[in-house]
């Protein structure tokens, strides 16, 4: 009986990125003016959302996220009470929380719905982990869950087993970070090699057979890790009979899948001549659910601790500010060159990097920098 008195003090919080309220202009002005922290896209931008959101029919992350929170929670029963909220739309992670400490919840484990860990992404939902209350776990990363793996490996074959003998090739896509992410040690694209890996050797992929490319960067004045997928395709000289796109840094269909692989990839390679395919995402299929489970259940028992986010997270699109302070060590930094230039160029008073570099400098030098 105590047993369950202490198990119901526990929560389980499901987290994903958010979607428009409403596909409108204003929805959808709403929904990117929060996730660019209160700052409104021109208007050009939000008119090329909404008709984004409009050409794909409007988008069902929320619908499927609802349903994949559903399963869990039947899934685990009275083990844990199990909570969701988006980072950029309602329900907001701040109320949630606060609606966990209502519900006398002690302890929560936090499970974000994108399974590779990034100092853009997942560091995103952490800064809203604050209560004085609720003492937090975070899940950093559940990509190498076998049943996550076996169920892209399973969709890719049943493909591979249409095709036939045709010529083809797999690519993997992962949504884009800024190059600064190489130099200061993000796991996260190291993740995506390493997950693109284990399902070409599940399916005994030669090299030549698969690649990796990244899609859905933001035009936010600094180069992104290359080769995007578009360019990729534009630059192939030879291309196969079939290409098969595999964007395995999501788990549900939406925007960036939808439109940028469906509408955007799809229409190139119609241009080139190659058929196009895309296994469908994991959304609620039993095999997600049963690796959303297992990493509940891995981590379920394990260490809770309060958690302060201004100590242990920084704002990944926090506006540039100086970093004097940073350039006058540059001789125990590592710059990126174009950084390096940019000083040369215009002198050191004048250069300014953006908040995120100063808290990756921070975070790899063990230096606090005012």
């Known amino acids: 009986m105590e047993q369950g008195v202490i198990m119901s003090k526990r929560a389980v919080l499901m987290m994903t990125f958010g979607s428009p309220e409403e596909i409108t202009y204003e929805g959808v002005a709403e929904f990117f003016t929060n996730i ?20 794909i029919g409007g988008t069902p992350l929320q619908r499927i996220t609802r349903k994949e929170v559903d399963l869990v929670a039947s899934a685990l029963g009275e083990h844990a009470s199990v ?9 907001f992670i701040t109320d949630v929380i606060k609606e966990m400490e209502n519900d006398g919840i002690e302890e929560c484990l936090c499970l974000i719905l994108e399974p590779h860990y990034s100092y853009y992404s997942v560091m995103g939902y952490e800064k809203f982990l604050e209560s004085d209350q609720i003492k937090f776990q975070i899940i950093k990363d559940w990509y190498r ?3 996550l793996l076996h169920y892209w490996a399973d969709e890719i074959r049943k493909i591979l087993d249409q095709i036939g003998d045709d010529s083809y090739k797999v690519i993997f896509s992962a949504h884009s970070v800024p190059v600064l992410a190489l130099d200061f040690g993000d796991p996260y694209i190291d993740q995506i090699y390493d997950n693109s890996r284990l399902i070409a050797e ?27 997928v578009l360019e990729y395709l534009r630059d192939e000289s030879d291309h196969p009979d079939h ?11 939406h925007i960036e899948v939808l439109f940028d692989n469906d509408v955007e990839c799809k229409e190139l390679c119609q241009e080139l001549g190659v058929a196009y395919h895309r296994p469908p995402m994991p959304n609620s299929d039993p095999r997600l659910i049963k690796a959303l489970l297992s990493t509940i259940q891995s981590h379920i028992d394990g260490d809770y601790s309060d958690y302060q986010p201004q100590l242990e997270t920084f704002d990944e699109l926090e506006a540039p500010s100086s970093t004097s302070q940073i350039l006058e060590e540059e001789n125990d930094i590592q710059m990126p060159d174009f950084v390096k230039k940019l000083i040369a160029k215009k002198g050191r008073e004048n250069v300014k990097m953006p908040y995120l570099v100063k808290k990756m400098l921070e975070k790899k030098y063990g230096k606090k920098y005012d």
């Open 36 to 55: 660019r922290r209160g700052v409104r896209p021109e208007p050009h931008e939000i008119q090329t959302l909404y008709d984004n959101y409009v050409r």
């Open 83 to 91: 909570y969701f909220a988006n980072k950029f739309s309602r329900p």
């Open 145 to 147: 869950e076998p049943s």
């Open 202 to 228: 599940n399916l005994g992929l030669r090299e030549e057979q698969y690649t990796n490319t990244w899609q859905s960067e933001s035009d936010i004045g600094i180069p992104w890790i290359k080769p995007d």
């Open 243 to 253: 290409y098969i796109f595999v964007p395995i840094a999501f788990i549900s269909e």
